[in-house]
């Protein structure tokens, strides 16, 4: 149990590390990827308001994927986020991680 507490803060230091540089605006939001053992998930967020623009996952009815953690399904989740992306009116956007 010892390691997966260490693991858990070594991953809460990288993202202090990295949002205390980027930061998401209205103008150019923030896109955040989580990948776990078995999906990917993907955010579009502006921190200025606190919102959530548009997400997409490899866990969406709307991907046509049975495993999620592969190259392909990353692909996939990319091509779904910047679809509700576009719809929601942000064409660029600030890496994070």
Do not use: W
Request: charged residues 30%; contains cysteine; glycine residues 8%.
């Amino acid at each position: 149990m010892e390691f997966n507490k260490l693991k858990h803060k070594r991953r809460t230091r990288r993202k202090a590390r990295i949002r205390r540089r980027i930061t998401g605006t209205p103008d150019m939001p923030r896109l955040t990827v989580f990948r776990s053992l078995n999906h990917i998930y993907a955010q579009v967020i502006d921190d200025l308001s606190g919102q959530t623009i548009a997400s997409a996952s490899s866990r969406d009815k709307q991907s046509k994927m049975n495993g999620g953690g592969n190259c392909k399904a990353a692909g996939e989740v990319g091509k779904l986020l910047a679809e509700r992306a576009i719809s929601a009116g942000c064409s660029k956007v600030v890496f994070d991680r």
